[in-house]
């Protein structure tokens, strides 16, 4: 087993692709908002993109350029990051929702990261221009 929950960062020039990692605790239930969230130093925490049964969520700023999905049978979260941009750079954490909100969708919940339980030390993406 890995020791770490989130791989796959890296340091990238503007327009290179990365593809985030995320080891799902094995207690998540499959239906369950789950999601990438991400902070550049001197900035909020912000939701990036999340998926729950039904439907998938994305923050305006990585629409059409990030894609989230889910391997349920090896419980893995994936990020596939296209046409990076500088200002992508941030550390990037994967979470589920605190206990009180774990009935609410991901449009609701996700542009609320303290509503979300962060499981690892995140993984650090660096994108130059």
């Known amino acids: 087993q890995v020791q770490q929950v989130e791989t796959g960062g890296g340091s990238v020039q503007a327009g290179g692709s990365l593809r985030l990692s995320c080891a799902v605790p094995?207690?998540?239930?499959?239906?369950?908002?789950i999601g990438w969230f991400r902070q550049a130093p001197g900035k909020e925490r912000e939701g990036v993109a999340s998926i729950e049964t039904g439907s998938i969520y994305y923050a305006d700023s990585v629409k059409d350029r990030f894609t989230i999905s889910k391997d349920n049978a090896k419980n893995i979260l994936y990020l596939q990051m296209n046409s990076l941009k500088p200002e992508d750079s941030a550390m990037y954490y994967c979470?589920?929702?605190?206990?009180?909100?774990?009935?609410?969708?991901?449009?609701?919940?996700?542009?609320?990261?303290?509503?979300?339980?962060?499981w690892g030390q995140g993984t650090q993406v660096t994108v130059s221009s």
């Open positions: 094995g207690y998540i239930d499959s239906n369950v908002c």
């Open positions: 979470a589920s929702p605190v206990r009180e909100a774990e009935l609410l969708p991901c449009a609701v919940i996700t542009p609320n990261p303290r509503r979300f339980n962060y």
